[in-house]
Structure formats: C-alpha cells, structure tokens
C-alpha cells in the first residue's frame, strides 16, 4: 500500500478530479476537511472563502478592462471631434494658400503638434508659402519617398539628419509622424514632430490616415502633372 501510494503525485490527483468533476457530489464530506491557503496571506480557508477571493479578483480584473475601454472610447471620441473639425475648417478655406495655412495652424493649435512641416518632392502647379519642396539630392529623402505607401502614416524616430531636413529646427524630437500624401503615388509628406514619445511605433492610425486623406484631396490637384 505504501508503495502505491509513493507512486500517486499530485499531478495525478489533479487530473483525476479533472475528469471526474462531480467526485465531491459523492463524497462532500470531504470538502471540510481540505486546506486551502489564502492567495496573499498564506492562512487556511474555507472552499467558499477561496471562491469568494477569486470571483471578486476576477470581478477587479474585469472593471479594469471596462474602465480601460471606457477611457479608450472617451479619446477616440475627443479625436474624432478634433478630426470632424479638422475636415470642416480645410473645406471651408477658399484658396490653396488658405488651405495650406488651415493644415498647419489646425495642426499646431487644435491638435497641439510642437513641429509641423507640409513639404514634397514634386513641384506645385502653384508656388505656395508653407510648402517645402525636397530635392532628392540627400540619401534620407529618396529613402523617405521610396519607402513611404499611400494610405500607410509612420510613426517613431528618425535620425538627426531627417528631422533637421524636415522641421529645420536644432530641438531633438523624441518622436515623428510621418503622413504619406497622394492616392496611387506619394507626392509629399505631412510631418508631425513632438518632444515627447507621443508618435510611437504602436500608435493607432486610422485617425491619422483620415487626415491625410483630407489633405491629398484638398491639395493632390497642385501635383497632378
């Protein structure tokens, strides 16, 4: 009898009463007997009192997740507002200039974005203040226009050489976005730089995706050629 009882581990009592789940309806008796310890203090419990414990941890748990969503919700909410006022001020700019004004100062003053730079690689039908045109003479700008996808915003670091060449400012931004402008080709590029890890690589995008749409199609005509 020792010897078999030497030979049942613990592993074999658990999945024993894994598939015999109505083991304690035979034998309740048991159930006053067992020592259950206490997650966090360690002292036997009751059966009920560990069940209480787990159901109201599991209770917690759920209200976080609840409240994250709720939290979530509540900034996507704030941001699609900031959005649909976005897309209402740059329809109603009367002018290409006014246009391009729009998207800088809506940048800037709604969406308090510390470093705005509206620049292309192509040249514009019309010369507009506020437009940048890149040459492709630097390695980092044909990089940029090789690699950037319509439709695809990027978000994150870029090296020193790349944020000068955008934002032509010595203050190190901590992180970028990079909003791709055209439909078949990319033409251009809004960038956003921020002194904070704002722009991170697991930032969500489909807000920014829609701006960059509204800016393509308020100004693709200028890049038509």
């Not at 024993?16 to 035979?26: A, G, I, P, S």
């Not at 969503?69 to 900034?75: D, P, T």
């Not at 090789?146 to 934002?167: H, N, V």
Request: glycine share 6%; with cysteine; aromatic share 8%.
């Amino acid at each position: 009898m020792s010897s078999l009882l030497n030979d049942i581990h613990e592993e074999d009592v658990a999945n024993f009463l894994n598939r015999n789940r109505e083991f304690f309806h035979v034998f309740p008796n048991l159930l006053d007997e067992l020592s259950i310890p206490h997650p966090e203090t360690g002292k036997a419990v009751s059966l009920l009192e560990r069940q209480i414990y787990q159901l109201r941890k599991q209770r917690d748990e759920l209200q976080v997740e609840v409240d994250t969503l709720i939290n979530i919700a509540g900034e996507n909410g704030q941001l699609f507002n900031k959005v649909k006022e976005f897309t209402k001020a740059l329809m109603a700019a009367r002018s290409e200039q006014e246009a391009v004004d729009c998207i800088i100062e809506e940048m800037q003053q709604r969406f308090q974005v510390e470093e705005v730079a509206l620049v292309s690689w192509d040249v514009p039908s019309t010369s507009l203040h506020g437009i940048t045109q890149l040459g492709i003479s630097q390695t980092w700008v044909e990089t940029m226009k090789s690699t950037l996808q319509p439709e695809e915003p990027a978000c994150g670091l870029l090296e020193d050489a790349w944020q000068k060449g955008l934002f032509h400012t010595n203050e190190p931004m901590q992180s970028v976005c990079l909003l791709p402008l055209g439909e078949k080709r990319v033409w251009g590029v809004l960038a956003l730089g921020s002194t904070t890890d704002r722009f991170h690589p697991n930032l969500g995008t489909y807000f920014l995706r829609i701006m960059a749409e509204m800016v393509t199609a308020r100004l693709s005509h200028l890049f038509a050629g």
